[in-house]
């Protein structure tokens, strides 16, 4: 999917614009210096080539952690972390300039459900350092590199808690720049109301919200005592008839209700294909055979044709203009044998395109 001649990334591109790209630590830098770096920036430049937009997740995560640190003294630990994001951050510069810059902060300094029983290295900083702190550290050292870089506190933790911690990192001055909400909805689809109230809820801070996790199973359901949805483990979860069309009436819902909002920029489907889904649940758009879902042709059809502006004719008026109702982004036009492109950026009414040969 996520570099050229894959099978499934021609589906993809005929309905996503913009890829989320791996950089977790433990997995881009398993041993000290020896990074993913080369093979992670052909895949990048591969994407962009066909116009996609890339973003890397995350920078800072106590998750998928560097084992290689653990063993650091804390000192040692956070100049290694913060060369890690300088770095990532500055090679990538010009491809990836949107970053989840701190990955699920509020549970980061009482993290303790390690596989190995060994404390992470990031957990041990953030409760040393607090959260406010923490973060502040994440993004002066991503600013430090790339002043014009679009940074992402993400998190999964939709309620008080979160915002009770943004409040308090933009009172300190952490200059973060969206906010990234996740909603992976293995237990059900949340439902309209809930998610126009978290919208509502966090749009009060002033920044874009991006929804940047979304996954709805076309399988059962995972039971709603689970907690923890890593702790769920069966032996198979397979894709049905019935949750697959319950899937592709859900996934319009949702991309629905997020774009009704005038506070979301973004929205992201964490998962294209079941063959390599997150915890091995059914949340692909593409079965593990590699065949669409009805979810992939309910989401391209809302996205692709009812939202996707047509090519049409227009008759301008006497100075050039015309009107329409379309999202931000880039317009084709031709008048005989000129032709240009207009740009219309987020929240802007007017673009201007300069036709020529």
């Known amino acids: 999917m996520t570099s050229e001649g894959t099978p499934l990334l021609e589906p993809w591109l005929a309905l996503f614009d913009t890829a989320t790209l791996p950089f977790y630590w433990g997995r881009y830098e398993a041993a000290p210096g020896h990074t993913e770096r080369d093979r992670l920036l052909l895949v990048a430049q591969q994407l962009a080539d066909r116009g996609v937009r890339l973003k890397g997740h995350p920078l800072v995560w106590h998750t998928v952690k560097a084992r290689w640190a653990d063993a650091m003294p804390l000192a040692e630990a956070e100049q290694a972390l913060r060369?890690?994001?300088?770095?990532?951050?500055?090679?990538?510069?010009?491809?990836?300039?949107?970053?989840?810059?701190i990955n699920e902060a509020l549970i980061m300094p009482v993290f303790s459900n390690e596989p190995d029983g060994v404390p992470n290295?990031?957990?041990?900083?953030c409760a040393?350092?607090?959260?406010?702190e923490m973060v502040r550290m994440a993004v002066d050292e991503a600013r430090s590199v790339s002043r014009d870089a679009t940074l992402v506190i993400n998190d999964f933790d939709l309620g008080p808690r979160f915002e009770e911690l943004l409040a308090q990192l933009l009172d300190a001055g952490v200059a973060i720049d969206v906010i990234g909400l996740q909603s992976h909805m293995h237990q059900g689809f949340?439902?309209?109301?809930?998610?126009?109230?978290?919208?509502?809820?966090?749009?009060?801070?002033?920044l874009p919200l991006h929804w940047t996790e979304t996954t709805l199973v076309s399988g059962h359901l995972m039971p709603s005592e689970v907690n923890d949805l890593n702790d769920y483990r069966v032996e198979t979860w397979?894709?049905?008839a019935e949750?697959?069309?319950?899937?592709?009436?859900?996934i319009v819902r949702h991309y629905r209700t997020l774009v009704s909002h005038p506070a979301v920029q973004a929205v992201t489907y964490w998962g294209f294909d079941d063959a390599s889904a997150w915890l091995g649940a059914p949340c692909g758009?593409?079965?593990?055979?590699?065949?669409?879902k009805p979810a992939y042709h309910a989401l391209r059809s809302l996205v692709r044709d009812e939202w996707w502006v047509a090519e049409t004719e227009h008759i301008t008026d006497r100075d050039g203009r015309i009107a329409l109702t379309a999202f931000a982004g880039d317009f084709e036009f031709s008048v005989g044998d000129l032709n240009g492109i207009a740009h219309l950026p987020v929240g802007a009414v007017r673009a201007e395109a300069r036709l020529g040969r």
């Open 83 to 101: 060369l890690r994001i300088r770095r990532e951050v500055g090679d990538f510069k010009g491809l990836v300039d949107v970053w989840d810059v």
């Open 121 to 125: 290295a990031v957990s041990r900083m």
């Open 128 to 132: 040393d350092k607090g959260r406010v």
């Open 190 to 206: 949340r439902g309209e109301e809930y998610l126009l109230d978290v919208c509502d809820r966090f749009a009060r801070f002033g």
């Open 238 to 240: 397979p894709s049905t």
């Open 243 to 250: 949750g697959e069309l319950r899937q592709a009436d859900e």
């Open 285 to 292: 758009l593409i079965r593990a055979d590699g065949s669409e």
